[in-house]
Each structure stands twice: as structure tokens, then as C-alpha cells.
């Protein structure tokens, strides 16, 4: 247990206390697939539902959980946030849609719970948007890909 940061030598959760760390630049970039039917796929890609256009919206929602990190994973820190891309691409091979998120921030802690953040709130919202189309969508494969900045360097995740 003497590697998690947020656990205390005594075993109770903590806040990591970050104040005499340096502030960097900090960049993280995060991805995640939502699968779905044809029926709902060609659904999301014209853009038109009762609802309105779930890519813009689900677009729109990752920014915004990224900006509620904070307030929806206990221990982390709430951060100036200085740039959120939330993106969406259609792959009609996979009837599924990757999404992505890089949030960036100058501070004194990482921003890869924010860009998972995001790419989870898009992708619960493209479910919302489409659940009555296809309620067996699967959401899958979210995980951070890059992260720079801080005392640890960059990190990309292996390809293979």
C-alpha cells in the first residue's frame, strides 16, 4: 500500500496535498468507444433525433464533465482548467464512435482524470441520446493514452 498516494500511512483516504509540487504545463489525452446498432449508429451520424444531435451534445457533455472532475471523483483536485477538445469520430465498419478528449491545465497536478472524465460523460451521453434506438449499446475501452508534464514525465500508452 506504500505506493498509493492516496492512502495514508494509516490506512484512511487523504487528499494528496500538492503544494510543494511545481506548476507545469500539463496536457492528458483519454479515448473510448461506444458500439452500437446500425439503426442507432446512422441515427447519431445524421445528426437528427428527437433529442437533437447527439455528437454536438456528447461533445458539448464531455467538456462539461471535464470542468466536474472534482466534484465527482472524491480525491481530486479541483483544477483551472485551461483548454478542453472532446471529439467524436464515426467508424461505420464498427458501428461505433471513438471518442476523445485532451484537457489541458498549468498547475501543480495532472489532468488525466479529467480528459477520462470527459471521454466517459461523452460517452454516457451518446448512450443517452440513443437508448431509444438501441439499449444494448456497449461503452468500452476508455483509457488515458498520453499524459505530459509534472515530476513523472510523459507517459504513452505501449501500442501492440
Same mark, same amino acid.
Given at each position: 500500500m506504500s505506493d498509493l498516494t492516496h492512502i495514508g500511512p494509516d490506512g484512511r483516504a487523504r487528499m494528496v496535498d500538492v503544494s510543494d509540487k511545481s506548476e507545469t504545463t500539463r496536457v492528458a489525452l483519454a479515448h473510448g468507444f461506444v458500439r452500437m446498432s446500425? %439503426? %442507432?449508429f446512422d441515427a447519431a451520424v445524421g445528426r437528427d433525433t428527437k433529442k437533437g444531435d447527439p455528437i454536438a451534445i456528447a461533445e458539448l457533455a464531455g467538456i462539461m464533465a471535464a470542468k466536474k472532475t472534482s466534484d465527482l471523483i472524491p480525491l481530486c483536485h479541483p483544477l483551472p482548467i485551461s483548454g478542453v477538445k472532446v471529439e467524436i469520430r464515426a467508424d461505420a465498419a464498427k458501428s461505433q464512435f471513438e471518442v476523445t478528449a485532451r484537457v489541458k491545465t498549468t498547475g501543480k497536478t495532472g489532468v488525466e482524470?479529467? %480528459?477520462?472524465?470527459?471521454?466517459?460523460g461523452a460517452c454516457l451521453t451518446l448512450y443517452d441520446m440513443l437508448k431509444a434506438v438501441d439499449k444494448s449499446m456497449q461503452i468500452h475501452g476508455i483509457e488515458l493514452l498520453e499524459?505530459? +508534464?509534472?515530476?513523472? +514525465?510523459?507517459?504513452?500508452?505501449?501500442?501492440g
Open positions: 446500425e %439503426a %442507432a482524470m479529467e %480528459a477520462l472524465t470527459a471521454v466517459s499524459k505530459t +508534464g509534472g515530476k513523472s +514525465g510523459t507517459y504513452r500508452k505501449p501500442t
